[in-house]
């Protein structure tokens, strides 16, 4: 069965500064990792994926991800925090079990971004 | 930019009752799933549905729940017996196709409170 794991409920960080939010996974094949970001009173909004190919996956509002399969981490990063990033970030496995048609999503437990001015 | 939509936002229902949140899906995609949180711990996978039948269901998606399209817009997941554990943020996402490259669009959720 495949995890997540996102080790900080928090992480507090002053505007312009680099974000990093870790994420670390578990699973038997091949993972195919996602991150997610929620704002107050609204779904979860697709971020960036990483599928296969480079490590570093460049996805939306400036943010990217770093696979690292030796590591089996997936943290996210962007080089200068804005106030408005201030969210609740998820990181997510999908399972790729063959017998699973399913295409469920594994979440971690989430982190909240606090970004200060 | 095409939404999911959820309604409605927030749900009271007495324990015991059948309560029925609906989604609306993103209108070309062909896949849908049901998530749910209850308050401070993971999102949770309930269902997927595809070519109106379930795709896959996790644990927690015993008898007393149940998915349904009605028409070619609607999503919806019924609880026909609520429990105060039934309690949690119920998310309702679609995707274009089920391959790896399509990613799932989430909802806003509805918060559904049992008493």
């Known amino acids: 069965a495949q995890s997540v794991a996102q080790p900080e409920d928090q992480v507090n960080v002053a505007e312009g500064n680099p974000l990093t939010v870790k994420c670390t996974y578990s699973?038997?094949?091949?993972?195919?990792l996602f991150w997610y970001v929620q704002y107050p009173n609204r779904g979860l909004q697709f971020l960036l994926k990483?599928?296969?190919?480079?490590?570093l996956v460049k996805g939306s509002y400036g943010f990217e991800a770093e696979f690292n399969k030796s590591q089996t981490s997936f943290h996210l990063k962007k080089p200068s925090a804005l106030v408005s990033d201030s969210a609740l970030y998820f990181c997510?496995?999908?399972?790729?079990?063959?017998?699973?048609?399913?295409?469920?999503?594994?979440f971690g437990g989430g982190t909240r971004v606090l970004v200060k001015p | 930019e095409p939404e999911v939509t959820q309604t409605p936002s927030h749900q009271v229902t007495q324990m015991g009752q059948e309560v029925i949140l609906r989604c609306v899906p993103i209108?070309?995609?062909?896949?849908f799933y049901w998530y749910r949180q209850i308050l401070g711990q993971k999102v949770e996978f309930l269902v997927s549905?595809?070519?109106?039948?379930?795709?896959?269901k996790s644990e927690i998606f015993d008898d007393q729940f149940s998915v349904e399209r009605p028409d070619g817009s609607n999503f919806t997941l019924k609880i026909r017996s609520t429990k105060l554990e039934d309690s949690a943020m119920y998310f309702c996402?679609?995707?274009?196709?089920?391959?790896?490259?399509?990613?799932?669009?989430f909802g806003p959720g509805t918060r559904l409170t049992v008493t």
């Open positions: 549905f595809y070519n109106n039948e379930i795709s896959e």
């Open positions: 699973v038997s094949g091949n993972p195919y």
């Open positions: 990483y599928i296969t190919g480079d490590n």
């Open positions: 996402a679609s995707s274009e196709r089920g391959g790896i490259a399509y990613e799932q669009y």
């Open positions: 209108s070309n995609h062909l896949y």
């Open positions: 997510a496995v999908r399972d790729m079990d063959p017998r699973a048609a399913g295409n469920k999503l594994t």
